[in-house]
């Protein structure tokens, strides 16, 4: 047998993973696969990432996606008028986008078995991170009642997200989006005073 395929770069692998995954789903998803993918042997992937270490890759690029869409409009929606709780309509708009582009990544980060349990504190983390990109807007202790309500507004769009992404309830784009902001004005209306989303009386 010849010598396998040497990679340039771990990342990658995490790439080509994030790829496999986004294209055929985690539950297709396997090592031997994307060693194939990548031209190597099963036994070289594991030289450069455990198999934990790969899927942990995944969550993190997908996250990077998602931040990277998000930050251009905290600049603009919660830094200038510093409505922090307008952080988190954003997040929930660009996640259901990208559950749009990239449903299989959506499902396997947050509702597989692995996403939501990973071991890494660094990929824990990026699930409570919305706070983080609003500190200092807020006294310790209003930043505290934001961090807790606006899990709850996550965790139920993330619901939301997955029914739609499943066809349940019959849950189309436009009735996800429509709980979303309903969602948004009864858990979060209240960190937005009078302020209201134009035309709408919506809270912000």
Excluded at 34 to 45: C, F, K, P
Excluded at 99 to 124: E, H, I
Excluded at 166 to 192: K, Q, T, V
Aim: hydrophobic share 40%; with cysteine.
């Amino acid at each position: 047998m010849g010598r396998s395929k040497r990679v340039a770069d771990p990342g990658a692998i995490v790439e080509a993973a994030y790829e496999l995954i986004d294209r055929e789903g985690y539950e297709n998803f396997s090592a031997r696969k994307l060693a194939q993918n990548l031209g190597i042997s099963h036994m070289t992937l594991y030289n450069y990432l455990a198999f934990g270490e790969i899927l942990d890759g995944v969550i993190a690029r997908g996250f990077e996606e998602v931040t990277g869409a998000v930050r251009p409009r905290i600049a603009v929606e919660v830094e200038g008028p510093r409505r922090p709780c307008a952080l988190y309509r954003i997040i929930a708009e660009e996640l259901l986008e990208y559950a749009k582009r990239r449903p299989n990544l959506y499902r396997f980060s947050f509702q597989s078995g692995f996403g939501p349990t990973t071991g890494d504190p660094k990929v824990q983390r990026l699930f409570w991170s919305g706070i983080d990109l609003v500190q200092g807007l807020l006294d310790p202790i209003r930043q505290e009642e934001l961090r807790r309500d606006g899990f709850l507004f996550l965790v139920l769009v993330n619901g939301l997200i997955l029914a739609f992404l499943s066809g349940r309830h019959g849950m189309d784009e436009a009735a996800c989006r429509r709980n979303i902001e309903w969602g948004y004005s009864r858990i979060l209306g209240g960190f937005c005073g009078g302020l209201t989303t134009p035309g709408t009386g919506i809270p912000r």
